[in-house]
Structures are given as structure tokens and as C-alpha cells.
């Protein structure tokens, strides 16, 4: 059974730096594209970054050269790392997997963590 289980998040203020994890379990890790979403109060989710399993990435262009994402195939662990955050950053966070990346495909969900910046 498939499990992606999320830490990191929390409250933060502008200007500062906060990564994000995503353990998996199974055996899917590694042949799949994964993902982190955020949702905000009142908007739509959407993407934020991707990385393919051979380790090619996407990023939203709000977030690009402020944020990082990586995946250690040994550990099945995925990172976002967050640099220079801003309020607007501010949302509830997922990891998922994805059949190809960037496509929306997404059979496995994190539980989601808040992330908020305070101005």
C-alpha cells in the first residue's frame, strides 16, 4: 500500500527559508514523476514544482529561483526547499505522485502542511 507522508511547514516570516518533505512508501518512488501542489484560501491548487524520475524539473514562474526541488531515490524521500519567502506564498501544501511530470496525473497524495509568512 502507497503511502506519502509529509513534515516540515510552519510559520515563518518574510525573507526566510523552510524545506518541505515527502517519505514514501511502496515501491513506486522511484519510476514515478512527483510533484508539490499548494492550495490557498479561495484559490485553485496548483503546481508548483516537478521533477521527472530521471531528475528534469518544472517550477511555477511565481516561485523560480526562490525554490528547489530534489528527490533522493534512495531514501524515497522528495524536498522542496524555500528560499525568500514572501505572504503570498502562504498555502497549504502537498506532495503527489505523477504518471508523467507536469501532467496533473496524480494517483497519491501527501496530507498536506501549512506553510505561512508573515509579513
Known amino acids: 500500500q502507497v503511502q506519502l507522508v509529509q513534515s516540515g511547514g510552519g510559520l515563518v516570516q518574510a525573507g526566510g527559508s523552510l524545506r518541505l518533505s515527502c517519505a514514501a512508501s511502496?515501491?513506486?518512488?522511484?519510476?514515478?514523476?512527483m510533484g508539490w501542489y499548494r492550495q490557498a484560501p479561495g484559490k485553485q491548487r496548483e503546481l508548483v514544482a516537478a521533477?521527472?524520475?530521471?531528475?528534469?524539473?518544472i517550477y511555477a514562474d511565481s516561485v523560480k529561483g526562490r525554490f528547489t526541488i530534489s528527490r533522493d531515490n534512495s531514501k524515497n524521500t522528495l524536498y522542496l526547499q524555500m528560499n525568500s519567502l514572501k505572504p503570498e506564498d502562504t498555502a497549504v501544501y502537498y506532495c503527489?505522485?505523477?504518471?508523467?511530470?507536469?501532467?496533473?496525473?496524480?494517483?497519491?497524495w501527501g496530507q498536506g502542511t501549512q506553510v505561512t509568512v508573515s509579513s
Open positions: 521533477i521527472s524520475s530521471s531528475g528534469n524539473t
Open positions: 503527489a505522485t505523477d504518471r508523467q511530470i507536469g501532467k496533473d496525473s496524480n494517483d497519491y
Open positions: 511502496g515501491s513506486i518512488f522511484s519510476i514515478n514523476a
